[in-house]
C-alpha cells in the first residue's frame, strides 16, 4: 500500500498569497495517476487535479499541479477568500486500496 | 447533472447493521464502476470498497473485509453497502463516489453529500 505523506499540515495565510502543498509518497507513483481534492466544513471532496496536473472541469487556473515519482505538488497562485480549506492528495497507480495523504489545511492568517 | 444522494445513516449500536444506499441521476450508472469513501469525524479520507459495472467484481479496504458488501442494482440507479458486526471505529461520513479512469486506476470525480453512520452504545 502506498502511503502518501502531506506537508505541511496547518498554513496560515492571507488571500492573495501564493499557496504550494506537498504530497509525498512512500514509492513511485507512475504515470502521475494523483489526484488532488478540496474539502470545505460540511461538504464532499472536490475534485480539482487529476493525472498530477490536469484540472478538472470548472476549477480556476490559479489551482495548478505538478510533480512525478514520489514528490507531488499543489499550487494555488493566488489564494481567494473561497480556497481556504482543507486539500487532499489520492493516489490511483494501484489497484485497490486507493490511498489519501493526511490533508492539508489552509487557514485565514 | 450528476447527483449522488445517499441514505440510511443513523445511531447504531456495537455488532448492529445498516444499509447505506446511494442514488444516482444524471448519468449512464450502468456505465460506471462505483465506490464509497469515509471520513472519520475530524479525520481525513479513507477508501472503503469498489464495485465493477455489472456488479461482478468488488474490491474492500482491510479494514471492512468480511463484514461490509457492495452491491448494485442497476436498474434502479442505485448503490448500496450493507454494514454488519459494525465497530466503534467505523463511525464516519460515508461518501459515495463517481470513479474516473482505466484499468481500476481511479480518481473521484463526483461525490454525493454523505450519511453519517455512529456506532456507539
Known amino acids: 500500500e502506498i502511503v502518501l505523506t502531506q506537508s505541511p499540515g496547518t498554513l496560515s495565510l492571507s488571500p492573495g498569497e501564493r499557496v504550494t502543498l506537498s504530497c509525498r509518497a512512500s514509492q513511485g507513483v507512475s504515470s502521475s495517476y494523483l489526484a488532488w481534492y478540496q474539502q470545505k466544513p460540511g461538504q464532499a471532496p472536490r475534485l480539482l487535479i487529476y493525472g498530477a496536473s490536469s484540472r478538472a472541469t470548472g476549477i480556476p487556473d490559479r489551482f495548478s499541479g505538478s510533480g512525478s515519482g514520489t514528490d507531488f505538488t499543489l499550487t494555488i497562485s493566488r489564494l481567494e477568500p473561497e480556497d481556504f480549506a482543507v486539500y487532499y492528495c489520492q493516489q490511483y497507480d494501484t489497484s485497490p486500496p486507493w490511498t489519501f495523504g493526511q490533508g492539508t489545511k489552509v487557514e485565514v492568517k | ?121
Do not use: H
Open chain 2, 1 to 121: 447533472e450528476v447527483q449522488l444522494l445517499e441514505s440510511g445513516g443513523g445511531l447504531v449500536q456495537p455488532g448492529g447493521s445498516l444499509r447505506l444506499s446511494c442514488a444516482a441521476s444524471g448519468f449512464t450508472f450502468s456505465s460506471f464502476s462505483m465506490t464509497w469513501v469515509r471520513q472519520s469525524p475530524g479525520e481525513g479520507l479513507e477508501w472503503v470498497s469498489g464495485i465493477t459495472t455489472a456488479g461482478a467484481t468488488t474490491y474492500y479496504a482491510e479494514s471492512v473485509k468480511g463484514r461490509f458488501t457492495i452491491s448494485r442494482d442497476n436498474s434502479k440507479n442505485t448503490l448500496y453497502l450493507q454494514l454488519n458486526s459494525l465497530r466503534a471505529e467505523d463511525t464516519a461520513v460515508y461518501y459515495c463516489a463517481r470513479p474516473r479512469g482505466s484499468g481500476w486506476r481511479y480518481y473521484f470525480d463526483y461525490w454525493g453529500q454523505g450519511t453519517l453512520v455512529t456506532v456507539s452504545s
